[in-house]
């Protein structure tokens, strides 16, 4: 059940930019636990959490829920800024920024450590998502010009999400880390060339700077807009969190507490999130640091109201995420983007052409190949629950279809031959436009 006892901004029955945004500022209050946990909490790690401590700036959040054991999950909400403040004139004109003054929210991170402790999920929400708040419908990233309590109220009653911990962290934070590091190494497929963010690459490995970064993760360039925007973040926070913890820099001491100020100094938290709480969260993020960090999208698909582009929450699938997050168990395996490009999925719709349509968009954005196939066969009909079918040796790709769905996962009958080139099949139920 949601709090409030209302449903969240679920589509596709709904009433009548600029972004920055997402996991770059992620790795910069990430970069603080990272680095403590890399050394150990010896005494450069406990050096190091007080560096820390001095530098944030703390702000009152009432609306934070309160853990009620230690043993329990952990959740963390992490906003991005908008604002120049902190940014010199030279800063300013080098910088591709675009013309705005003050703050906005951009995409916003929810971060949840396992119950067990054996697992960091990431789940970005979109700025462009739908959401009730108070008695009309508007965009997350517009909810936060009431504040931190303003958007936490609205993710907690949207979607039943617990939120411990606020953290928000300002583009000068990005900027001052990755030069601090050195640059970034980044690899790219294609070409990539946007006038917006000033990116302008070649296909191949670079070695980014602080201003080539920004252009890189600020571009939309792509049929998915943000979706191709949070991929290329959430793939510039794995590499940073890579650089973070290169033996080099944790061997590097006077380079450490040069990044956990660049970090701190721009990171602003609620009040209670402090030294002993910072090193908890280095101690269980020590143990699964290594092993990557899940990092998914809220499944959506895209709706025009009102003349105006927004991002619907697919029921099934972000219900089902979020009850993970909400009893603090890891969340199923979506593999990676570059994964599921590899991962075609043939779609029968039974009949059900607009629920068809909202899967197809759901699988597209988070990076599916699509195969129409039609109805499909009478004993694939899926009734009222859209169902994935595993063909054999794809286990793991049906998998990571079923946790963008939320869907049941079962073997493909043999009497069916799956069209060719999928690799995993959808049969489209009634829940897929409830």
Wanted: contains cysteine; hydrophobic residues 40%.
């Amino acid at each position: 059940m949601l709090v409030g006892g209302e449903p969240g901004p679920w589509g596709p029955n709904v009433s009548g930019g600029r972004r920055w945004r997402l996991l770059r500022r992620l790795a910069t209050v990430m970069g603080v636990v990272v680095l403590v946990a890399a050394t150990g909490l010896g005494t450069t790690g406990v050096l190091l959490l007080r560096q820390a401590e001095a530098s944030l700036t703390r702000v009152p959040v009432q609306r934070l829920d309160e853990a009620a054991a230690p043993s329990d999950a952990r959740h963390f909400l992490i906003v991005g800024s908008d604002s120049r403040d902190g940014l010199d004139d030279e800063q300013r004109s080098r910088l591709t920024l675009g013309e705005f003054d003050g703050q906005r929210s951009d995409t916003v991170i929810y971060v949840s450590i396992s119950q067990d402790r054996s697992a960091v999920s990431l789940v970005s929400l979109p700025r462009d998502l739908l959401v009730n708040d108070g008695d009309r419908q508007r965009k997350l990233t517009e909810t936060y010009a009431g504040g931190p309590d303003r958007l936490i109220s609205v993710i907690q009653e949207n979607f039943g999400l617990p939120v411990n911990h606020y953290a928000e962290i300002s583009l000068g934070g990005f900027i001052s880390v990755v030069e601090t590091l050195g640059g970034v190494d980044l690899c790219i497929d294609d070409p990539l060339v946007d006038r917006k963010s000033g990116a302008d690459f070649e296909a191949g490995c670079h070695r980014m700077d602080a201003e080539q970064a920004l252009s890189y993760v600020r571009s939309r360039q792509g049929l998915f807009g943000d979706y191709e925007r949070i991929a290329r973040q959430q793939q510039f926070l794995r590499a940073t969190l890579r650089e973070l913890t290169d033996t080099q820099i944790l061997a590097d001491v006077p380079r450490l507490f040069r990044l956990v100020e660049d970090v701190a100094g721009n990171v602003t938290t609620d009040q209670n999130l402090g030294v002993g709480e910072m090193r908890a969260v280095a101690q269980e993020m020590r143990q699964v640091i290594t092993d990557g960090v899940p990092m998914v999208t809220v499944p959506a698909y895209p709706r025009k109201i009102n003349g105006i582009d927004y991002m619907i929450a697919y029921r099934p699938g972000t219900e089902a995420m979020f009850d993970r997050l909400r009893q603090g168990v890891p969340l199923m395996d979506a593999g990676t983007r570059d994964d599921r490009a590899e991962a075609p999925v043939a779609l029968m719709s039974g009949g059900r052409t607009d629920g068809a349509g909202i899967v197809g968009s759901v699988l597209q954005f988070v990076g599916f190949p699509i195969l129409t196939a039609g109805s499909g066969p009478a004993e694939l009909d899926a009734g009222e629950t859209t169902t994935v079918y595993r063909l054999p040796g794809n286990e793991d790709e049906a998998e990571w279809v079923a946790s963008f769905l939320g869907a049941p996962i079962r073997d493909l009958p043999a009497s069916v031959t799956a069209p060719e080139g999928a690799e995993v099949l959808v049969a489209v139920g009634a829940d897929a436009a409830a």
